[in-house]
């Protein structure tokens, strides 16, 4: 996924806007390289790669003792 840099945004916030979670920021960094050469401020309108976001884990069906 192809997302673009808006305007103060740094790469730890444009990865939770559009993944919900920063544990995929070592991804990003492989996808993009040379990306950190940019500062702690993207450009407005960069070109950012996202890895695909994981599926979502099943959730259990919990069974209490007093149900």
């Given at each position: 996924m192809i997302v673009r840099a808006q305007q103060n945004d740094?790469?730890?916030?444009l990865i939770w806007r559009?993944?919900?979670s920063t544990t995929g920021i070592a991804?990003?960094?492989?996808?993009?390289?040379?990306?950190?050469?940019?500062?702690?401020?993207l450009p407005m309108g960069k070109a950012i790669t996202l890895?695909?976001?994981?599926?979502?884990?099943?959730?259990?069906?919990?069974?209490?003792?007093w149900d």
């Open positions: 740094t790469l730890d916030l559009y993944l919900g991804a990003v960094l492989d996808l993009n390289p040379g990306i950190t050469s940019l500062g702690a401020f890895p695909d976001r994981a599926p979502a884990a099943p959730t259990v069906q919990m069974i209490n003792l």
